[in-house]
């Protein structure tokens, strides 16, 4: 069965460092995939998106990249602050599938 | 304001017991989705609904119902039938029509049954 997971389900950074936050998918089919915070007690917010046809992509402060050969996707953020601190989800998709799948999650923690 | 709002924030429920959460948007969007969310794990997926009057189900559907019955609201059911029902509850729509599939997220519910 397909399944999106992350390397490692916390991270420790100072602030001002930058943050890699990884995730490995296994469905060779997803064409779409979405990153996203989420606060401690609250909904999961979108951050950053990017297709398939693309290796990487930029926001404010946030990239993220696409390796579709070994189908793994990375989240960079720059110049960490400590309102960065959360739990980030990679979710993938596919075309009209009509739902996302999401990995478990990587807290991230900013030390100031 | 948009958004998509559930409630209450923190229920509780004796063993036993079918409890309703409520999930409504204002957001105009087609596609309505139930997770469930326990302790330091990912999101799971109960069911969703692409469009009004149709619903499928998700990865944990067992012992969950819903409906879908207007545009803007998607109501989750847990029933007794549900053998471990404490959780965070996150509802979520998208509008994949427009090709971006973005879920925004309400707030939550947390479920706690005695």
């Known amino acids: 069965g397909e399944s999106v997971g992350l390397h490692l389900p916390t991270l420790s950074v100072q602030e001002g460092d930058n943050s890699i936050i990884n995730c490995a998918y296994s469905?060779?089919?997803?064409?779409?995939f979405i990153w996203y915070k989420q606060e401690s007690g609250k909904g999961p917010q979108f951050i950053i998106d990017?297709?398939?046809?693309?290796d990487k992509r930029q926001g404010q402060r946030v990239t993220v990249l696409l390796n579709k050969t070994v189908k793994h996707l990375s989240l960079q953020i720059a110049a960490t602050q400590p309102g960065d601190s959360a739990v980030y989800f990679c979710?993938?998709?596919?075309?009209?599938?009509?739902?996302?799948?999401f990995g478990d999650g990587t807290t991230l923690t900013v030390k100031p | 304001d948009g958004g998509i709002t559930q409630s209450p924030k923190y229920l509780f429920r004796k063993e036993g017991q079918n409890v309703t959460l409520s999930c409504e948007q204002n957001l105009n969007h087609d596609a309505m989705y139930w997770y469930r969310q326990d302790p330091g794990q990912g999101l799971r997926l109960i069911y969703y609904s692409q469009i009004v009057n149709d619903f499928q189900k998700g990865d944990i559907a067992e012992g969950y119902s819903v409906s879908r019955e207007k545009k803007e609201s998607f109501p989750l059911t847990v029933t007794s039938a549900q053998k471990n029902p404490t959780a965070f509850y996150l509802c979520?729509?998208?509008?994949?029509?427009?090709?971006?599939?973005?879920?925004?997220f309400g707030p939550g519910t947390r479920l706690t049954v005695l």
């Open positions: 979520a729509s998208s509008n994949p029509g427009t090709g971006i599939d973005e879920q925004f």
């Open positions: 469905n060779s089919a997803s064409d779409y």
């Open positions: 979710a993938e998709s596919r075309t009209n599938a009509g739902k996302s799948t």
């Open positions: 990017i297709r398939s046809n693309m």
